[in-house]
């Protein structure tokens, strides 16, 4: 939990992890010990095709219900793989026979009042077609720590997330870290949530009035004023502003202790997206914010 200099309190949380109920190293409560030595409020664990249960841990960890749903056989197909987060009833989804389609997971799981998120889109090759396809996702990680280097390839789906954007599908972005435990693949990427408590409703309310953002360690805000994008952050290295136009001057701010950036929006530009690096290497991550009309 953060306060920031403006009085709001910041709670961070991990929504994708799995443990030895499904293929992660460690069990449920080594997982929430290991969490909440490392200063989470709140995480989800998402294990495959099992449902856990809101509970609070010990040190007052709130673990939101969770689940992963996966399905479709190859690329080509298009493979998908959806987390559950804090559904108040199990979903009806199982991977006994021929498994859900997409969109049928994401209804269900909205059914049981909990958020559909769009697991490593990048490491699934995701394609824009495919996204655009289904109806009513909450988020999508734009970053997932185990698809990453050593244990994977394709943890960042930046790229997809600003072709969707091209075409009107603005879903907002988290960090997850898919924790299995292996090693190193805990406590890296994250979401900071404004709330003023820490429960799920709070939580429910806040990430869908898009008040929290994905990151392994820079705090930041974004703001449009004026025909700017205006940023402020913890020092990074980098503030990286994407968008439609393929070119622009005043791209990325760099510097030792960059704290403040401005980009101009340019005529045609559709959207803008942030990304920050800091001096460790540890990146932050906006959603893409619709700029047309600014
Ligand atoms: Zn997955
Ligand atoms: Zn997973």
């Not at 929504?15 to 080594?30: E, M």
């Not at 030595?37 to 673990?63: M, P």
């Not at 987060?85 to 989804?93: F, Q, V, Y």
């Not at 460790?280 to 600014?294: E, Q």
Request: charged share 20%; with cysteine; glycine share 8%.
């Amino acid at each position: 939990m953060i306060h920031d200099a403006n009085g709001n309190i910041w709670f961070k949380g991990n929504l994708h992890t799995h443990s030895t109920v499904s293929d992660g190293k460690l069990d449920p409560d080594a997982v929430f010990q290991l969490y909440k030595q490392n200063g989470y409020d709140f995480i989800a664990l998402t294990d495959h095709y099992r449902f856990h249960k809101e509970s609070v841990e010990a040190g007052g960890l709130l673990c939101l219900s969770g689940a992963e749903y996966d399905t479709g056989r190859d690329v080509w197909e298009g493979i998908y793989h959806i987390t559950a987060i804090g559904c108040t009833e199990e979903p009806a989804l199982s991977n006994a026979g021929e498994k859900p389609a997409p969109q049928e997971i994401i209804d269900e799981i909205h059914r049981c009042g909990g958020l559909a998120v769009l697991a490593h889109p990048a490491w699934s090759m995701n394609t824009v077609e495919g996204i655009r396809a289904l109806h009513d996702l909450d988020a999508l990680e734009i970053y997932n720590t185990v698809s990453g280097v050593p244990w994977n390839a394709r943890p960042h789906s930046g790229d997809l997330v600003d072709r969707l954007a091209l075409y009107d599908s603005f879903i907002p972005c988290i960090a997850a870290d898919d924790a299995h435990f292996y090693t190193g693949d805990a406590c890296r990427s994250f979401i900071m949530v404004k709330a003023k408590t820490c429960t799920r409703k709070a939580l429910f309310e806040a990430i869908r009035r898009g008040d929290f953002y994905a990151t392994q360690g820079p705090e930041f805000s974004v703001s449009v004023e004026n025909g700017e994008v205006i940023v402020h952050c913890s020092p990074v290295r980098d503030v990286v502003f994407t968008s439609n136009i393929v070119y622009a001057a005043d791209r990325v701010t760099r510097g030792a202790h960059v704290m403040e950036a401005h980009y101009r929006i340019k005529p045609g530009e559709h959207f803008v997206r942030v990304e920050l690096t800091d001096a460790n290497g540890l990146r932050a991550w906006s959603s893409a914010i619709p700029v047309s009309n600014c």
